[in-house]
């Protein structure tokens, strides 16, 4: 069995793993807030003002730090007037991006902050840029977090919510590139200046806006978005319109007309997802520089706050609703993902998987007849990474690690990363290899280790999901693998599998 080791400076701890890095997002597309999140006061599946308390239930164990709502491209034709009130005088609007249906607004405003309260999640906002006026996203900011008697807190009070809600992330638009706008890079740059400017702090709610930012490996754009903020910092204040640029980056094995089955993959396609995912750390890195030329001192933030797979819809749904499966693959794309973001936390700020339920890649899947909901192997990758939220990362050097060619580049088969947090480091192994497993050393330097626990992510197939009446064909187990080594433990890591090890620190 081939071996990598991977040494660790246990006494080194780095910077802040912000807990936003696991973000979330809710689209108003397919059932992902219809039939997933919301199914009305009146539908027999357990609710609380319509909200299903089993997703809440399910998104609390992994600890959503924040969700992202109501886009995507739908933010750039929502118009949030229409979603308060009275439900039943609510105006109907037409979701053109997602399959062309009407949509009754009746999930607005209070639902959503409704769901990020019982979720205990902080509420991202995205506004409406594309078609929507700067007096509609101002009075927007002043409805949700304004206290005194101002016109709009008037109306949030006439409408059933007295105190102002804490809405700590906005959105200035999305994909002002193209589904928000087609807009050229600098004539959105000067109005997300604009828009961003009559975002407004209220009282005591401070907004961290997010200008809307670049398509993979778009540099020219986060460019323009970084030179449009001028000399930061110049006015002595480092007060800039917008305090963040988003990136968005899917996961894709093929063209927009053939992005492949989720489910239905061989092994080429298994490794080409996974060098596709690794492709993050490279975009993140390019990004970065851009932003550090104009930014060295990284107050301005970078938001990935669309990413994940996307693969063909399933069979027989409705090709604009994004209904996908999840398989180990999915898990390991996002294992991936993290350790790279691990690796980034000093610029990257804030991190929003897409989707979270029933859409791309999602935590959760409902069945639209019976309702029965099933946890996806990528829940289960959020849910082993929660030790990793707000931890101080930990370099993880990946030392004789075998490479495997795929699409021009050497794609690494161990992926890792670690984090410590109150005398515990938290270790990340991701084994790509589909069909060897591998014996990994961890040369732990810099303190004792007193003892540990692990868990494990796999499966007899990389193609192995989690359907209703067999919910637990991918879910995670203890681990046995782990035993003491001269230069710290060695883990007998399976096939594709992923583990974490959490390790007792002494001094
Ligand atoms: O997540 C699905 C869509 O992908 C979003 O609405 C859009 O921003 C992106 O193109």
Redesign the pocket.
Known sequence: MSSTRIVIDLDLPGGTISRHLYGH?A?H?GRSIYGGFFVGEDSEIANEAGIRLDVVEALRELAIPNLRWP????ADDYHWRDGVGPRESRPRMVNS??GDIVEDNSFGTHEFMRLCELLGADAYVNGNVGSGTVREMSEWIEYLTRADDSPMAVLRRENGRDEPWRVPFFGIG??AW???GNMRAEAYADLARQYATYVRDHGENRVYRIAAGANVDDLDWTEALMKALGCLGCDGQGSSPYQAVSL?Y?TMTGPWERKGSATDFDEDEWYLALSRAFRIEQLLTRHSTVMDRHDPRKRVGLVLD?WGTWWDVEPGTNPGF?YQQNTLRDALVASVHFDAFHRHADRLVMANI??TVN??QAMLLTDPETGALVRTPTFHVFAMNVGHHDARALDAHVVDGDTRFVDGRDLPLISASASTKDDVALVSLSNLDVSEARMVVLDLRGRSIEGWSARLLTAESTAAHNVPGEPDQVAPVDFDGVRRHERGLQIELPAHSYATVSIQLGV
């Open positions: 997002f689209e597309l886009g995507g491209c739908f991006h997602w999305n994909e193209g589904c928000g968005h899917y669309e994004l897409a989707q859409v791309l």
